[in-house]
């Protein structure tokens, strides 16, 4: 068998390195709000589950949405009638409204055992139009609650014009001092999936 001078060695490592096609430097990555998550939180939220995570109070609820960023907003920041679609809410009122800032006061009534459990919460809004919702207790029967929601498009095939909003919801909420910590938590947290499911059927009813 004959060697190969280096040359000739050279010269076909070349020849081979062009017949291999080059790809794109993002060609097989899509970087979208959903493919950042843990591939069983992605998987839920393809399959129209609301995906809960956090503890003692603080937690981050998602859920994907096919509709517009105007239909999901509209839903979102329709203060004046949250409590007609939004499960153990039984009032909720603007009672100020300065444009992308606004105070909002709600009641919440919910069964616990054989007690009825009933919390007030005046909420301070600041909107940042179909992006986001920040909210601050300034009074209520709280101790403390603060977050916001956030709106994100989502496309299903990269490079594609987004179909659908991943909305999140992420919460600081914890309960007065006379109420069992502990059992708040459990009561808040499981409200968070029917909460977002409850959007979610609003904003498909609303746009048929």
């Not at 070349?14 to 993002?26: D, Q, R």
């Not at 679609?85 to 992308?100: A, H, V, Y």
């Not at 909107?127 to 956030?150: A, C, H, P, V």
Request: proline share 6%.
């Amino acid at each position: 068998m004959t060697k190969l001078s280096s040359k000739s060695a050279m010269f076909m490592a070349i020849a081979i390195a062009c017949c291999v096609p080059s790809l794109p430097a993002h060609a097989a990555l899509f970087d979208g709000p959903v493919d950042r998550l843990p591939s069983i939180q992605r998987n839920s939220l393809r399959q129209g589950q609301t995906v809960v995570t956090g503890e003692n109070g603080k937690y981050v609820a998602r859920v994907l949405v096919t509709a517009s960023p105007k239909a999901v907003w509209q839903v979102l920041t329709d203060y004046a009638n949250l409590y007609k679609f939004i499960p153990n809410m039984t009032s909720s009122k603007i009672l100020e409204n300065r444009g992308d800032r606004k105070v909002i006061e709600q009641v919440d009534s919910r069964q616990v055992f054989l007690i009825s459990v009933v919390s007030r919460t005046k909420l301070a809004i600041q909107e940042t139009n179909q992006k986001q919702i920040d909210f601050r207790l300034i009074d209520g029967d709280l101790s403390k609650m603060e977050g916001y929601w956030k709106m994100e498009p989502v496309s299903d095939v990269p490079r594609k014009p987004p179909t659908k909003i991943l909305i999140t919801y992420t919460v600081d909420a914890q309960p007065s001092s006379s109420t069992p910590a502990s059992a708040f938590y459990s009561i808040f947290k499981d409200a968070l999936d029917d909460t977002l499911q409850s959007i979610k059927q609003e904003v498909k009813r609303r746009n048929g």
